[in-house]
Structures are given as C-alpha cells and as structure tokens.
C-alpha cells in the first residue's frame, strides 16, 4: 500500500463541493459583515453540514464491530467430482476474496477482544458471480430454528430498562433452550476469545449442496483453518485489553498485513452423500452439530490468503454486503435460508437501497429482487468477467440502470442467456407438515459438548471453561435461572456441573430430564 506522503504527491486533488465546484477556504462561510448571520445562498457550508449529518449509516444490529481485509482464494485440489462451480475447474484457479471478520452482539465501538462467536464472511468474486460463505470461527451455532434468532440476540444485548448487559437475561434465555449448550461450551472455553481476528479457523457451520456436471450433489461443510493454529486469550488477558486496546484485532491484523505477515487459510471441505446424510446420527440441517472428523475427513479443496489492508475502511468493508452463492455451491439447510433473508434484509436497510440481491431469490422465492445494492463497489460482482444484464430497474441507489435494455424478456433486443452449469440434478423431494418444532431437545444435544468437555479439552482449557462460566453465570441474580443452566451444564456431564456450582456457591444439581435420542427429528428426503 503507498505511503500517506505518496499518496499525497499523486494525488494532487483540489478541494470542491460535492457538485464539483472548487471552494478557495475550507472554513468560510458567508455571513453578513463580521458579526451578521450566515446566508442560506452559501452552498459550500450547506453541503458540507447537510453530508456531515448524514455520514452514518445505522451499524449492523448483530456484527457491528468488524475488521477486514482483500486477498485471494487459490484452488489447491482437484473437486471437480465435487461441484461444476466454474471456479473450480481448475488447480490453480484465483479469485479475489475479501473477508470481514466481526464480534457479534458489541456495538461498533465495542472492545473485539470480548467474549463472543466471531463472524467470519468470505466474499469470493467469482466469473459466476459472488459466493459469499456466511461462516463463523465455531463450528455450530447456539440454536437450530431460525426464528429464534432475534429473541436470541435481544438477550445477549441490552437491557431494554437499564441498556445494559445482563447476565440474568443471557442466561435465562440460554438455560430455557439448551440446544445452546454445545455453542456455550464453546464460548466459554477460551476460544471464545480469540487472540485478533487473523489467528483463528473459520467453519460454514451451515450444510452446504455441492452439485457437480453429472447433476450429482453431496452435502459439504467447509472449514478454513488458519496458518499457525488457533489462538487464544484467556479471560484476564481479553478483560485487560478490552479496557487497554479495544481495537486490539482490528489492529493486529491490519499491522500485520502492513508487515507483510499475510493471514493464511488451508480451506476444506466435508462431504456427505445424501445417502449417507439419511444414515447420519444426527441431522444433517441442524446447525449445533459438528460432522466428526473421523466419520467425515477434511478433504483440501484450496487456501485463503489476505494480503491487502483496505485503503477506505467504510467503502470497502463497512460497506461489504451478504449474501449472495453461484450456482453449483448452495445453502441446504433451513438457517442458510434464514442468513440470507436476515443479512440480505439488514444490508438492503443500512443502505436504504431497496429489495434484495438477485442470487438470494434462488433461495427464497416470492423474495423481490434488485440491481440497486449490489452496485456498490464493496459488493459488485466481477463485472469484467460478467456483464450484467436483467430485468429489475430503477428502485433507491440505481446506479446502474442497464441503459435502453428492455426491462422484459424482449424478443426484439434479447438477452443471451448460459446454459445451466448441470443438467438432471434430482434435487431432495421434501415430505411433512409445516410448522415443526425444531428444537425438541433430546440426548443427541448432550453428546457432542460431552466429546468437548471429555475427549477434546486439557486438563487446562476444563479449569478455564469452569472459571469463565462460574465468572459469568455467577453475576446472574436468579437462582432459577442459575439452577437451570447448571442442570444443563449437568445432562453434558455431572462433574462439570458441579465444578461450576462449588465455584459461583450453588448447590449441586441434578441433569434437566432429557428425551431419548430416537425421538430427535431425523433428516429424510426422497431422491
Ligand atoms: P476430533 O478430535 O477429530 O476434532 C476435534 C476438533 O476440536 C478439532 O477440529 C480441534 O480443532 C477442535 N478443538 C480443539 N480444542 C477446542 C476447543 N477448546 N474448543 C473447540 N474446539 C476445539 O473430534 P470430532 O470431530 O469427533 O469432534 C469432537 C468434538 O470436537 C465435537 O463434538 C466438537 O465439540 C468439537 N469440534 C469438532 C469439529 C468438527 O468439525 N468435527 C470442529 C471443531 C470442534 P484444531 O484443528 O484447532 O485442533
């Protein structure tokens, strides 16, 4: 990146008003002799008042605080038996990628070292339009039904009474829907505050479809795993920075991509046939399960490298925009479709730009599409590649109308349309009722926190996961809702449900009554 004198020295730029017109003195403004009142006529002071009480967009409701950066995503492996995704063609195919790496319930100004999920999206501008890969720095999430996100996120900000935290209110909504427990098994180890953005793996979470040239499709996770391991902070560390350095990611990693250390991710895939996903103890759409390794190997598919800071913070990352896949690289399971009608409706309000990206329709019928938002830069699609060309006009921020183009399928001036990527894809033929209940819990919930706790933790990250539930839980004011918590604490296993009670002054309590694992939704298609 040129230094701020080199940019300077070439850039030469004289001062104007947003129409254009030069101003010789940034700071006058016309008034009436020395002392009189200042003018209306006075277009330079106007503008600069009326653009200053318009500089911010309302920040993300969920994400806000954010770092990010430009890179590149290499193909490494041959997975063409995988997907036709045309970026896939090829070893050695390049995209460019950006990603945006975010805690998840502080405001924007809030310190990034907190104890949080980190958002971890990767825009791929790919020749079939951008892949945006909605992922996390954990593998799965606290809740499986879409529709309990926004009580879920209302619980882990503000207090509507007093704005502020609450760990009554995180609790009480965490004990009351404990397929939570493997995200807060998690969170409360200390990956749950990692050391900067750059040093941590990134994970879909989501169930993705991979459909190859034959029309065949697998089930895939994908899993970037970054160079150098995955660090962390302990709870005291992550508490003195937030005070000391509450950029502390932010920073760290746009010095080290300054630096030359370029943050790197091996990128995996998981794969699943459809056959195999009907024979999988657990569903395959629900989103607080992992795929064991050993069932599931990570195959290499490619590597992530960030090697350019931003040179406008706010255009290139504030303003980075979800989601959107290309064909051949879809969501399956019923909360991709909830991200991409949540983010898509969240970026469409910050910008005030109208309906949403054209691909997200793909997903969610009846969902209006428009141009408009992904005209800005942060979000353009690789338009060398692909020239756009549709039918949706006009709308908030058309920046680029499509000239005189037909706004409709015109035989006079038609539009050339590519064939499909694959033919004879026999998609999952869905059967039931509407209206399920997700999220019966049932002893499937317990097995896998139960493998974390038991099997994957030291001896060491159990002491730190006790002392930073027992930290947190032990701020709550209800007993009942401390009760709770420690008996779901306890249906993962009894002994660490009574560390953390000896440690917060609880008595000890017993498992909450779970439903047997064969009473848990199964995941079922007809081909
Ligand atoms: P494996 O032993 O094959 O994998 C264990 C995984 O746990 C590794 O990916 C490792 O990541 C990760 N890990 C290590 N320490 C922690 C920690 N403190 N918090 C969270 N993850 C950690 O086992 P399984 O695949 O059978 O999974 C066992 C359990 O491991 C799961 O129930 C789940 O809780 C957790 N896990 C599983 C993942 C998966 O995709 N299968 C992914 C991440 C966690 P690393 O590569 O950095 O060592």
Request: proline share 8%; net charge neutral.
């Amino acid at each position: 990146m040129p230094s701020k004198e080199a940019l300077a020295a070439q850039d030469n730029a004289t001062y104007t008003t947003s129409n254009g017109a030069p101003v010789a003195e940034p700071y006058a403004v016309q008034r009436i002799g020395l002392n009189g009142p200042v003018l209306l006529q006075d277009f330079h002071h106007i503008d600069l008042l009326a653009h200053f009480a318009r500089e911010r967009i309302p920040e993300r409701v969920v994400h806000a605080k954010g770092a990010g950066a430009h890179g590149y995503f290499e193909v490494t492996h041959d997975i063409t038996d995988l997907t036709c995704a045309s970026l896939f063609s090829k070893v050695g195919n390049k995209c460019k990628a950006t990603a945006r790496f975010s805690t998840v319930g502080g405001e924007s100004g809030s310190a990034d070292s907190a104890r949080d999920p980190r958002g971890f999206a990767v825009k791929l501008k790919t020749d079939q339009g951008n892949w945006d890969i909605v992922a996390n720095n954990t593998p799965i999430f606290f809740l499986r039904d879409p529709s309990k996100f926004p009580h879920f996120i209302h619980t882990q900000k503000r207090d509507p009474q007093t704005h502020l935290k609450d760990a009554d209110m995180f609790w009480d909504y965490l004990s009351q829907n404990p397929e939570s427990i493997h995200q807060v098994m998690i969170l409360f180890s200390d990956r749950g505050t990692p050391d900067g953005f750059h040093h941590m793996h990134g994970y879909s979470g989501h169930t993705l479809k991979f459909v190859n040239s034959e029309g065949k499709y697998n089930y895939v996770q994908i899993h970037f795993k970054v160079r150098g391991g995955f660090k962390t902070l302990t709870d005291a560390q992550a508490t003195k920075l937030a005070g000391e350095n509450p950029d502390h990611g932010l920073q760290s990693m746009f010095k080290d991509i300054e630096e030359g250390k370029y943050p790197t991710w091996d990128v995996f895939v998981q794969v699943m046939t459809p056959e195999q996903a009907e024979k999988f103890r657990y569903n395959i759409l629900d989103l607080t399960k992992v795929w064991p390794h050993s069932e599931f190997p990570l195959r290499p598919i490619g590597k992530m490298v960030l090697n350019e800071n931003p040179q406008n913070y706010f255009a290139e990352i504030e303003q980075v925009r979800h989601p959107a896949t290309p064909p051949a690289a879809e969501g399956a399971d019923s909360y991709v479709a909830g991200c991409l009608l949540s983010l898509s409706l969240g970026a469409r309000c910050r910008a005030l730009c109208g309906p949403s990206p054209p691909v997200a329709s793909v997903f969610l019928p009846g969902h209006p599409p428009s141009s408009s938002w992904c005209e800005l830069p942060a979000a353009a699609r690789q338009r060398a590649i692909v020239p756009i060309a549709n039918f949706q006009r006009d709308g908030f921020m058309a920046l680029n109308n499509q000239g005189s183009r037909p706004n409709y399928q015109s035989s006079l001036i038609p539009l050339s349309y590519k064939p499909k990527p694959y033919e004879n894809v026999k998609h999952e033929v869905w059967l039931g009722h509407a209206n399920v209940d997700l999220s019966q819990i049932t002893e499937l919930d317990f097995e896998q926190p139960r493998a974390l706790w038991q099997k994957v933790f030291s001896d060491t990250d159990r002491d730190h996961f006790v002392g930073n539930v027992a930290g947190h839980l032990g701020n709550a004011k209800s007993s009942i809702v401390k009760a709770r918590q420690l008996s779901v604490f306890a249906a993962v296993d009894q002994n660490l449900s009574d560390r953390i009670a000896k440690a917060i002054g609880h008595p000890p309590v017993k498992p909450l009554p779970v439903r047997p694992a064969s009473e848990a939704i199964r995941f079922q298609y007809k081909a």
